[in-house]
């Protein structure tokens, strides 16, 4: 066998690395020059090698990924209902054109005038993963679905109460009592969630990664205190769970969040319920390309954001992926901007092949080491939200509220200075149309809300 290419050089410690830089840098502070402070105190240093994986547990992180062969995802799309006839059409389209499963938001809609025999035709979902999205409707829903499907279900319901309280102030009494019904219908329908506890209220108003990891762990175990005193139990709970989050701009980061919230998922499970079984109910995971990323200015930029928030949600093991076109922020959803992100995510599996290998990034020095160190400023955030009473208390007292707004302001600050570049808005600008943006009323509430944000709206204020 040929000698190795490599053994006439000698190993170096990351030691020596780090003083031929200090040698080079010629009196500049090497921490000052070359360590990144990154939002959430996340520090990345310049270089990582093996040594870096010494003090972390790799093997605990890697087994919390997911436990498949190959990375496989769920194209999914996000389908707002119309009508019966108009919804059902859009849905078997999507499907047919490369959509694997789909969301249907019924946002607004009383869920009884609607009549789901006409919604579903030709759709069955013993084969089709179709989610509902609804708001405190969801034992109606499931009684409904009894009526028309004799087998069982593939999909889930979309109720998440705590999300929804948060963004708009609205909280019904018996939210708990449904939720807990919603679970014990659909025991025998293990392809079926019933609770969903999403992240995106979060990140859209602009939280960083350690915050959206720490404060969705934090609805999700708020959810399990109140589910288990209405008499379920933890299994019956982890059964039906399923986490949603959005993905952001910051590409390696944002692979790491979703590793880190599987392992800190996993820690909580088995560290502070003492749940032995915790590896048997790994985080389900569906990753939401951001709208607070898109931008009104140079438009068809946000395409391109959307792209690689795409590539680290597949990087980073999401098990579901929905792209909202590039224009749904601004204004009704035509087909050429759905059918771009649709295709977006049917060519990371179909041209790009990044569903062959499962965990990707595994083993990588920095992708590693980054994915521990937000777990530990995660759990360290979700701590201090437990010793304020849990989510519910954290939100009265403002802490939550008050968290996110700085960190978005600072990215406000930094976006109009130029330290932060938005292609397309404060930097390579192009002459393009911009979108008219409306924005929202801001819902009146005895506390303050979380109001779904985008970065770019100060730049765009100002011209």
């Not at 749940?275 to 790994?282: G, I, L, R, T, V």
């Not at 649709?342 to 060519?347: A, E, K, L, V």
């Not at 595994?362 to 992708?367: D, E, K, Q, R």
Request: hydrophobic share 40%; aromatic share 10%.
């Amino acid at each position: 066998m040929a000698a190795s290419l490599f053994e006439d050089f000698q190993p170096h410690s990351k030691e020596v690395w780090k003083n031929q830089a200090i040698k080079d840098l010629k009196g500049k502070d090497f921490d000052q020059t070359l360590i990144w402070q990154a939002e959430g105190d996340l520090h990345i240093e310049p270089y990582y090698n093996h040594e870096d994986l010494s003090s972390i547990p790799v093997d605990l992180i890697q087994s919390a990924q997911k436990n498949t062969a190959m990375a496989t995802w769920h194209n999914r799309e996000k389908i707002f209902f119309s009508s019966e006839k108009a919804t059902n059409q859009h849905i078997l389209e999507a499907i047919e054109w490369g959509a694997d499963s789909v969301i249907i938001d019924f946002e607004g809609k009383d869920i009884t005038t609607i009549d789901f025999k006409k919604l579903l035709h030709q759709i069955k979902l013993s084969e089709i993963y179709v989610f509902f999205k609804v708001q405190n409707q969801s034992v109606q829903l499931l009684e409904t679905l009894a009526s028309l499907i004799p087998y069982q279900m593939k999909g889930g319901v979309e109720d998440d109460y705590l999300a929804t309280w948060m963004s708009a102030g609205e909280l019904s009494k018996d939210s708990t009592i449904q939720l807990a019904q919603s679970i014990r219908k659909v025991q025998n329908h293990p392809h079926f969630k019933a609770l969903l506890v999403s992240g995106e209220v979060f990140h859209n108003a602009g939280a960083n990664s350690v915050q959206e990891i720490a404060f969705t762990l934090a609805n999700a175990l708020e959810y399990i205190d109140q589910l288990t005193e209405a008499g379920l139990s933890l299994e019956e709970i982890l059964n039906k769970i399923e986490f949603s989050i959005a993905v952001g701009t910051d590409y390696f980061t944002e692979i790491a969040k979703i590793r880190a919230m599987r392992y800190l998922w996993q820690k909580v499970l088995s560290e502070g319920y003492s749940f032995d079984k915790a590896n048997e109910f790994p985080a389900i995971i569906t990753a939401h390309t951001s709208t607070y990323f898109d931008a009104a200015l140079t438009p068809n930029t946000n395409m391109l954001r959307a792209t690689t928030e795409a590539m680290s949600a597949i990087i980073g093991g999401a098990d579901a992926l929905v792209l909202h076109a590039y224009n749904s922020t601004f204004e009704n959803e035509e087909s050429f901007g759905k059918r771009i992100a649709r295709n977006i995510s049917t060519i990371l599996k179909e041209e790009s092949y990044l569903d062959k290998v499962n965990d990707p990034s595994a083993g990588s020095y920095y992708i590693e080491h980054l994915t521990f160190e937000l777990a530990q400023k995660a759990l360290a955030l979700l701590q201090e939200v437990a010793s304020l009473g849990g989510s519910i208390a954290a939100f009265e007292q403002g802490f939550i509220q008050n968290t996110i707004a700085q960190n978005h302001n600072n990215r406000q600050e930094a976006t109009t200075s130029g330290k932060r570049v938005m292609v397309g808005v404060n930097k390579f600008r192009f002459d393009e149309k911009p979108f008219v943006y409306e924005a929202k009323e801001a819902q009146t509430s005895t506390i303050p809300l979380l109001r779904a944000q985008r970065l770019s709206e100060i730049v765009e204020a100002q011209l």
